[in-house]
């Protein structure tokens, strides 16, 4: 079902276990050593397309990658595990995570030298240096024994029944298969598994083992007796087989690479040793479009196509990390793996290839140009024609170099040379153009639809073709040098002006867009198409037609930034060349995206991650072409890159994203469920990944802390992201990534943890702390309270003392004084020399005095009892309305009824008393009316008549204090007093006093 590649070297019946990285030993051989087997696959009718070339790249210690890589193996999942003499790795396309040894695993053992891959998930692993075999599950490593006396476990490969069969070496050699009841030796009369390993399970279901020295053996897994077959076939060395995708089965040795003969295959030679680099030992896989690979041990690696048998060598000249080079494996995506002692290289399929013999000479850099589906490109003098499906052949040399290519739609292909234009290619071939003077750069050239040239020289502004001569085109110089050039359909001149203005000329009249005022920065290339003209600019792609133009932003769109060239094929592809590297994407997608400009666009972009894929070049003019073929031919600064229209057919793995662990206070652990961080913790730091072995660098991320943050917030390709100052509680991290062609996906991955509160940070602590503020506020309040009624006591005491002292004072001088007038006055009337008028008056004025006594003798009673806290107000009013005093008074009361502070009751009853005898003596009134209002804000009192009211100066008469008492007695409330003349004759006297001060008791 899933294979595995064992890596140490033991040597041959020696006893001791050598790592090949470390021996130094190039000629030893090492038959202990298993060859890793092939993934089981359904049986697959046809190979589908190879790629043209492959993607190398590689890991080192400089990447964190392990060195001395031993196996290989790839999970369920799609993770690469990767065994070396450091241990057990997990790589995700990113990043190497180790993987701690089982409990109690001997500190000396941690060389995994054989992995392998069951269909469960789980992952079987065995140790050098008597470590045993141990499997991963469940997240962590577990010992699965050590069968037999194992010094070493050389392979391991799974069996139909998901169980692994393993060799051993270094001491012990044999075949073990793992049942339920433990490690069952594997006994065979037909061959000696003390020299033999199982590499290989088909698809037929057949277990294939290789011996050292001896004959391959196949064994169909079934209930009957272990009783493998010998196989027709020698083995020299230590040979290795493998399953191509048509079911073929071959075995590579010394002796070469051949064909196994098998249920009716004949054995054949493919490929002979003397084409193989030397070996110590193979290890091989053949990846699903049926290439063979195999590593050597100390040659490098060599890939072979069987049908054709062409060979190639890769070693370190040829970017390898290390020839020493034994652990392969082909993945589910096309890749081919490749461990060495130094690190780790991929070999992914690609449709790029490096045009040969191609590398930039001389100043001007490369040119490039396409004509009658041919594509014509330029390298110092030198002129290339490359035909449809052939290599490039020279076809013009124009001394001293040439600074400009460019095709006509009348088949003519133009060189730009520093004294004069030459057609290279087309119906006037031969044909020469001076230039006005000696030139040093030509910026760009194009020729119209009639085939005349136009160009701009450096310094000479637009130049255009008339006749046999070069002529100069009017543009105001204020727009600056044209810099590329091209004639859209419709045959007008489209131009970039000193990277800043895009202008199309269109029969005399010149159409300017700024860049600066469109937001398009540092326009750069043209590309015409049939409706439009794509400008490539440093701030992304711009689409330019009779409606305007239409903007792709490079911040929307990041693989668009810096945009040097652009071309469509006729299968519907548009390839683009920029900062970023070589992208492909659809045609018609790209089209609709100028319509919704903020919407991903699904595209593929060949990055650095390919060192072939170079940056682009600097200057101007076509920077990308193709062919008749639909092959692409893209400049960069170290050659010429070509792409062959070619997509990968398998389908693409299914991503995983995954949150990889959380940090805080200098610790960092592994992300799970209910992850709680301790107090204190203010900030953390988020760990997380994509399991993509292909295109990892490509992906963008987007996170969001619930919580925190309102929405997305894009983290770019970030594998980490840090959030500060956060409180005590619970948040949920999530997570989304995009798919290989840069499109949001909806599944993600999520994080929930939990920062602990101190103490002073709980519920708890801020309740008990809320309920002790509301009981020393409560004591304080008590406290108040009890200040505040001690000294309302000792004011209350010191009020009734002096209404005492003033009621004794009234008794004994004014009272006692105002008696003693009357009985006088009393005396004087008992004399009978009065007149009848004079003694009733006398007796009217005695009786008034009595009056003014009696009303005395109760003030002073009053000021001797005992004063309540609040009054009615309309009862202490009332004896005005009845003292039998003319005009009468009529007392009204509205509102709810509520009792007024005593202080403010004699105030308010002192003014009434003073504004009512006021009417009653100067206002000639027929009614007086006292009106009571107790609002809840406001108690409102007021005195009105309808006598004849103020005239003149009467309400400030010298003499008259009635008035300014009024209003002195209402500034001592607080209150607001208004006297007037009201509105239909007769004063009024209005008293506003606020309810929290007239309700206070």
Same mark, same amino acid.
Request: glycine share 10%; hydrophobic share 40%; net charge neutral.
């Given at each position: ?476 110089? &204020?727009? +600056? !040098?044209?810099?590329?050039? *091209?004639?859209? =359909? #419709? @045959?007008? $001149? ?131 072409? &193709?062919? +008749? !073929?639909?092959?692409?031919? *893209?400049?960069? =600064? #170290? @050659?010429? $890159? ?360």
């Amino acid at each position: 079902m899933t294979h595995t590649q064992g890596k140490l070297l033991p040597l041959w019946r020696g006893g001791a276990v050598v790592l090949f990285a470390l021996c130094g030993l190039a000629g030893l051989a090492a038959p202990g050593a298993g060859a890793p087997p092939v993934t089981v696959q359904p049986h697959a009718a046809q190979q589908p397309a190879p790629p043209p070339a492959w993607q190398h790249r590689s890991w080192t210690a400089r990447d964190h990658a392990p060195r001395f890589v031993q196996s290989l193996a790839q999970d369920r999942d799609g993770f690469l595990w990767v065994g070396s003499v450091e241990g057990l790795f997990r790589f995700d396309g990113t990043t190497f995570e180790a993987v701690p040894p089982p409990p109690g695993h001997p500190r000396a053992a941690t060389a995994v030298s054989a992995l392998a891959a069951a269909p469960d998930g789980s992952i079987w692993l065995g140790y050098a240096g008597r470590g045993g075999v141990a499997v991963y599950r469940d997240g962590r490593l577990h010992d699965a024994g050590r069968p037999g006396d194992a010094a070493e476990i050389t392979s391991i490969t799974i069996g139909p029944d998901g169980e692994p069969w393993i060799a051993v070496g270094d001491g012990e050699h044999a075949v073990y298969r793992h049942t339920a009841g433990g490690w069952q030796a594997m006994i065979a009369p037909t061959f000696d598994t003390n020299e033999a390993e199982p590499q290989l399970l088909s698809r037929q279901g057949d277990m294939w083992f290789v011996t050292w020295g001896g004959q391959p053996f196949r064994w169909p897994i079934g209930p009957g007796p272990f009783h493998p077959t010998a196989v027709p076939l020698t083995v020299s060395g230590g040979g290795a087989m493998m399953q191509t995708p048509d079911d073929a089965l071959y075995l590579i040795d010394s002796q070469g690479l051949r064909r196994v003969p098998d249920r009716g295959a004949a054995a054949r030679l493919v490929v002979p040793g003397t084409a193989l680099p030397s070996a110590n030992f193979y290890r091989a896989v053949a990846d699903p479009f049926g290439r063979i690979w195999a590593t050597t041990a100390i040659s490098g690696l060599v890939a072979i196509w069987p049908r054709s048998g062409a060979v190639e060598r890769i070693g370190e000249e040829q970017g390898l990390t290390s020839d020493r080079a034994s652990p392969i494996l082909a993945d589910r995506d096309g890749n081919v793996w490749v461990g060495t002692e130094r690190g780790l290289d991929r070999f992914s399929p690609s449709p790029l290839r490096v045009l040969p013999n191609m590398a930039p000479r001389g100043g001007s850099g490369l040119l490039a140009t396409a004509q009658g589906g041919r594509v014509y490109l330029a390298n110092d003098a030198a002129v290339y024609q490359i035909d449809p499906d052939q290599a490039p052949r020279p076809l013009a040399q124009v001394p001293p170099w040439v600074m400009g290519l460019c095709a006509g739609a009348n088949g003519d292909v133009w060189a730009i040379s520093p004294d004069h234009a030459q057609v290279v290619a087309g119906p006037h071939r031969g044909q020469t153009l001076p230039m006005p003077r000696h030139v040093l750069e030509v910026k760009d050239c194009a020729a119209d639809a009639s085939g005349a040239l136009w160009l701009s020289p450096s310094g000479l502004g637009l130049l255009h073709q008339v006749g046999a001569r070069l002529e100069p085109v009017a543009l105001d110089p &204020r727009l +600056g !040098q044209p810099q590329s050039l *091209a004639f859209d =359909r #419709q @045959g007008r $001149l489209v131009m970039i002006l000193d990277r800043r203005t895009i202008a199309r000329l269109d029969h005399g009249a010149l159409s300017t867009w700024d860049g600066s005022k469109i937001g398009f920065e540092r326009p750069g290339t043209l590309s015409v198409r049939a409706d439009d003209v794509l400008v490539g600019g440093t701030t992304g792609l711009l689409r330019l037609d009779d409606k305007g133009v239409q903007i792709l932003d490079a911040r929307d769109h990041p693989w668009l930034f810096d945009t040097r060239g652009v071309v469509s094929t006729a299968a519907g592809q548009t390839w683009l060349i920029g900062y970023h590297g070589l992208s492909r994407v659809s045609t018609a997608a790209l089209t609709q995206a100028f319509a919704n400009p903020t919407r991903p666009i699904p595209h593929v972009t060949f990055d650095d991650d390919d060192r072939r894929i170079a940056l682009p070049q600097s200057g101007s003019g076509e920077q990308i072409v &193709r062919d +008749g !073929q639909d092959r692409v031919f *893209a400049l960069t =600064r #170290q @050659g010429v $890159l070509e792409a062959l229209p070619w997509a990968n057919p398998l389908p693409e793995t299914r991503f995983s994203l995954f949150v990889r662990a959380l940090g805080a206070n200098g610790h960092e652990w592994p992300a799970r469920p209910g992850l709680a961080l301790p107090v204190g913790t203010t900030q953390v730091t988020i760990r997380y990944g994509v399991l993509d072995l292909a295109t990892p660098a490509q992906r963008r991320f987007r996170v969001r802390l619930g919580g925190l943050d309102d929405g997305w917030v894009a983290n770019g390709t970030a594998q980490d992201i840090s959030y500060a100052n956060l409180a005590p509680g619970t948040y949920r991290f999530d997570v989304q990534t995009t798919d290989r062609e840069g499109a949001w996906q909806p599944q993600g991955a999520a994080l929930t943890f939990t920062i602990r509160a101190a103490f002073w940070q709980t519920t708890w602590f801020r309740l008990a702390v809320a309920a002790l503020v509301l009981f020393v506020a409560q004591a304080l309040y008590r406290q108040r309270t009890r200040v505040l009624i001690a000294r309302a006591k000792a004011k209350r005491e010191g009020q009734i003392a002096e209404r005492e002292r003033i009621a004794r004072e009234l008794h004994d001088t004014l009272l006692q004084g105002v008696q003693g007038l009357i009985l006088r006055f009393q005396a004087v009337a008992a004399r009978g020399a009065l007149d009848r008028t004079t003694r009733a008056e006398l007796d009217a004025a005695l009786e008034r005095g009595d009056d003014v006594v009696a009303a005395a003798r109760d003030r002073v009673i009053d000021l001797r009892s005992p004063a309540p806290n609040a009054v009615d107000l309309a009862r202490a009013l009332a004896p005005l309305c009845s003292d039998g005093h003319v005009p009468p008074v009529m007392l009204r009361c509205s509102g709810k009824p509520r009792t007024v502070a005593i202080a403010v009751a004699e105030e308010c009853v002192a003014i009434a008393h003073e504004a009512v005898a006021n009417a009653r003596r100067h206002a000639q009134a027929q009614t007086i009316t006292i009106a009571l209002h107790h609002g809840r804000r406001m108690l409102t009192l007021r005195i009105s008549d309808d006598g004849v009211g103020f005239t003149g100066a009467t309400q400030d008469a010298a003499g008259h204090f009635g008035l300014i008492g009024m209003r002195e007695r209402a500034a001592t409330l607080g209150a607001r007093i208004e006297i007037r003349n009201g509105a239909t004759g007769g004063v009024v006297v209005q008293l506003q006093v606020p309810g929290r001060r007239a309700y206070r008791a």
